[in-house]
């Protein structure tokens, strides 16, 4: 079931009866709803929003910029998801608040600060939010001698393209060594950050436009390192028309495969201690939490410590939903209070599994001075020597 | 009526006291909090305001007095009877940045906890730290404050052995409403929190007051002793007249913790049964069989029998708390409100065959149950109606379904619990003079301009 016509909101909306769950870690012991533990009024709730958008679409308040930022500041990480006690909806929860944010659109309320992500990956010299000059990605195949057409493609992800070239180069090197038949193409923005800040205007285009150059190279795999590219690829492309039956996979997964498979053997040793950041496109909204950590507990020498909110409770790295644009002292707040819960773990290294966690992690480590270095997945394996074995 | 202000002063005012981020009359964040999850029609707000100290709570409540703006406490928000809404417009003071837990004393067995600790976070601490001590927990979300539960006179987890958890404060800091802070208990002459009296008892007077009284800031509940085995075991009976008895014999085995009644007409399998479930507890798996067998011959022996309890069934009775809101969801409708009235026990099966017919005459299938309250002195029986938020006749419908079942709780000799404005009225207009005569007394004295949560518990 989608959520992305006022009717649907209208048929399910109401149905939230506001008990609070949607604030909270499983065993209520913080809460772990980013926007409520921030702001605290009642209406920064997930259950709040709801009600908020309710009363707008039953004309009890009317749409105002304040009515669009409650709706947005909210980083969409899905503990609400998690913790909703009504399952006939919950899964729907994330979907009602971008409903709403694509409603609040519509009607001329996108905070000004999200409108940024639409007007740069519209613009045909970018076709990404950062307003980087788009790359078709050809010098990198050349770099890498990828060939026209391969059975997997590598969705790089804007992130990764524009902001962690060092993730992406650690992921093109694994790719290129795992002996994967792969490819690149000259893709566009995935359109996640479109989707979660309701500017739905572009997105069937973009979605399609991406679909037809992967089908151009003729592949039925499409691997990427971005949990927020993985998300949408996997789980919101059919949501808008644009239907495909890819099998979409994250790094993790291939890594994972491949050492269960014995194809893949560590030879070297990272000698440190690590603990894993749940990115919440990768988590909650797609329920991967394991095969990461086992590939973690698969590196020699390496020592995975657990923060005490982990899987389905993770504290999210705040980035998400628009939030890192719209809200960025706050955003950068919400990883301190998981950089500061690494603390405690006595980790030297936060790790993750998504280059926009890697990004917002990486901003509070430096602004507050944690002292962690801050690496996704991949660049650890990229720091170990391995065998491939076919 | 609505008191006449100057919004922007006032919001200055409140700002310079708690700090700008945690006061507001902006709709959007004013919305939330003139709506209620039960069935009560809107009401204005005109303030929220989050304070973090005793000494804000002070400010703010003298502030209010200087201006003549009304002042109405929050906790959870989740009392279902619109508690929390302002009568008259003004201040909502949402506590839940007062959380802090001070002191958890294992010896005397009290935790000394902000006005603003949720239900959950208690708790959870404790599991954590104390595993041996649990709290008092009502039939409500984690959302639900300690203080909010206790001060409406709560019941929930522990109530069939140690009484409703109204009883199980030690002591209260209050912010009354001239701005004083007060002590209440052995708080105020000493530095355990740990009794109520021997001296004049005065925490009744914040106790289902409503904060018309007062703003509790600080409070010690009662903690107790966590067996290291708990169990659940329920019981069948098909004849609303013997369950007084079978209540009777179930407290008088000394076994039971708690003890619940439940009915409702679905799921089909449901229908034509009462189900008796009680929590036995021990400190060996052995000691709760031995426990669990005692009380089936007791089912036996009152009319009733065993039921083997499915898993799933098992598994959400043995939550803590468990999850009472789902009937929200009854019909699609994501509202549910209920009379829970005190009642003598001898007076169940009337009460649960009134109840029933008022469900059938609203159209609304029965859903009825009951908590027993200090060893069968009384039972907090409680009547819910669900409804559709989205459908104002269904929750006009739903009104008057409570208002029956108002009538109905006070003609059987009980008092509906947490009352919502028209069952406050039923209440008073039943009411010894004389003893409204005293509340009204001691509210004007105490409250001369009359700002707390005024529209309620009001004696004409």
Not at chain 2, 379 to 406: I, Q
Request: with cysteine.
């Amino acid at each position: 079931m989608t959520v992305q016509t006022e009717k649907d909101w209208k048929d399910i909306i109401h149905r939230c009866f506001r008990c609070g769950y949607c604030k909270f870690t499983h065993d209520y012991s913080d809460f772990n709803c980013p926007s409520y533990k921030k702001f605290r009024f009642e209406t920064y709730s997930t259950g709040g929003r709801l009600w908020l958008a309710f009363g707008v679409i039953n004309g009890d308040i009317e749409w105002s910029e304040g009515v669009a930022n409650v709706l947005y500041a909210c980083p969409t990480c899905g503990n609400c998801m998690e913790n909703c006690r009504f399952d006939k909806f919950n899964f729907m929860l994330v979907d009602f608040i971008e409903a709403a944010r694509a409603e609040a659109n519509r009607q001329g309320f996108c905070p000004e600060n999200q409108k940024f992500l639409l007007e740069r990956t519209t613009n045909e010299n970018y076709f990404n939010p950062y307003a980087e000059e788009n790359s078709d990605n050809e010098e990198l195949k050349k770099q890498y001698n990828l060939p026209d057409e391969a059975e997997w493609v590598y969705f790089i992800g804007c992130t990764s393209n524009y902001r962690q070239k060092d993730l992406r180069d650690a992921t093109l090197r694994f790719l290129k060594k795992a002996g994967i038949n792969f490819t690149l193409i000259d893709e566009h923005c995935c359109t996640s950050p479109l989707l979660r800040t309701g500017q739905l205007s572009p997105v069937t285009e973009f979605m399609n436009y991406n679909l037809q150059k992967i089908k151009e190279v003729g592949a039925s795999k499409v691997i990427t390192s971005c949990a927020g590219c993985y998300r949408t690829l996997k789980n919101d492309f059919a949501k808008h028309d644009a239907e495909h039956d890819l099998e979409i996979i994250h790094t993790s997964e291939l890594i994972i495969q491949l050492l269960k498979e014995k194809k893949l053997k560590f030879t070297s040793e990272f000698n440190k201690t690590v603990t894993y950041h749940d990115p919440c496109h990768l988590g909650r909204h797609s329920g991967l939490y394991e095969e990461p950590r086992e590939v973690y507990k698969q590196i020699p020498g390496l020592e995975l410590v657990e923060m005490k909110r982990n899987r389905e409770n993770a504290w999210c790295c705040g980035a998400g939903g628009g939030v890192k644009i719209g809200y960025p002292d706050w955003s950068i707040e919400i990883s301190k209070e998981r950089l500061e819960e690494a603390k405690e773990t006595g980790a030297t290294i936060v790790s993750s599994t998504c280059p926009f966690c890697r990004t917002n992690l990486s901003d509070a480590n430096k602004a507050f001075n944690m002292g962690f270095e801050v690496l996704d997945l991949v660049e650890i394996i990229d720091q170990l020597d391995y065998e491939i074995n076919e | 009526m609505h008191f006449p202000m100057n919004n922007e002063k006032i919001l200055n005012d409140l700002e310079e006291i708690v700090g700008k981020d945690f006061a507001s009359n902006r709709e959007e964040e004013l919305f939330i909090y003139s709506l209620d999850p039960g069935a009560s029609l809107p009401r204005v707000v005109d303030f929220v305001v989050m304070p973090k100290s005793v000494e804000e709570v002070q400010k703010i409540v003298k502030l209010a007095n200087k201006e003549g703006i009304p002042i109405v406490p929050m906790g959870g928000g989740l009392t279902l009877s619109g508690l929390v809404l302002p009568v008259h417009g003004g201040i909502v003071l949402d506590m839940k940045r007062m959380d802090n837990i001070i002191e958890i004393n294992e010896m005397s067995k009290y935790a000394l906890i902000e006005a603003g600790v949720t239900t959950g976070h208690l708790l959870s601490y404790l599991n954590e730290n104390y595993p041996n001590l649990q709290p008092p927990v009502p039939d409500a979300p984690s959302a639900a404050t300690v203080a909010g539960n206790v001060l409406i006179h709560g019941s929930g987890y522990l109530s069939q052995k140690y009484g409703d958890h109204g009883s199980m404060i030690n002591g209260l800091e209050v912010v009354l409403p001239n701005g004083d802070i007060c002590k209440v208990g052995s708080c105020a002459l000493s530095d355990y929190w740990f009794t109520r009296g021997p001296i004049p008892d005065l925490i009744g007077l914040f106790t289902s007051s409503f904060g018309t009284l007062g703003i509790v800031t600080k409070l010690s509940v009662k903690l107790f002793h966590k067996p290291k085995f708990r169990d659940v075991v329920f019981g069948l009976a098909t004849d609303f007249e013997d369950i007084p008895n079978i209540l009777s014999k179930v407290t008088e085995s000394g076994l039971a913790e708690d003890v619940l009644l439940g009915m409702q007409d679905k799921p089909d399998w449901m229908k034509g049964y009462i189900f008796v479930i009680v929590y036995v507890t021990g400190e060996s798996e052995d000691e709760i069989d031995t426990n669990a067998k005692v009380l089936k011959k007791i089912y036996r022996k009152t009319n009733a029998r065993y039921m083997k309890t499915p898993p799933r069934i098992r598994e959400i009775y043995m939550e803590k708390p468990i999850f009472a809101a789902t009937a929200a969801d009854f019909r699609k409708g994501g509202g549910f409100e209920y009379v829970g009235a005190f009642l003598p026990i001898e007076n169940l099966p009337k009460a649960f065959k009134g109840g029933a017919e008022i469900s059938k005459r609203h159209g609304i299938i029965p859903t009825i149950g009951s908590r027993l309250i200090g060893q069968s002195h009384s039972a907090m029986a409680f009547f819910s109606y669900s409804f559709n938020r989205a459908d104002p006749d269904d929750m006009k419908n739903a009104r008057e379904a409570l208002h029956e079942t108002n009538l109905l709780a006070l003609e059987l000799g009980g008092i509906p619990w947490k009352a919502e404005l028209a069952g406050q009225k039923l209440i008073l207009d039943k009411m010894d003079p004389n003893y409204k005569k005293l509340f009204k007394t001691i509210r004007d004295t105490l409250d001369p301009n009359h700002i707390m949560n005024p529209g309620n518990w009001e004696v004409e």
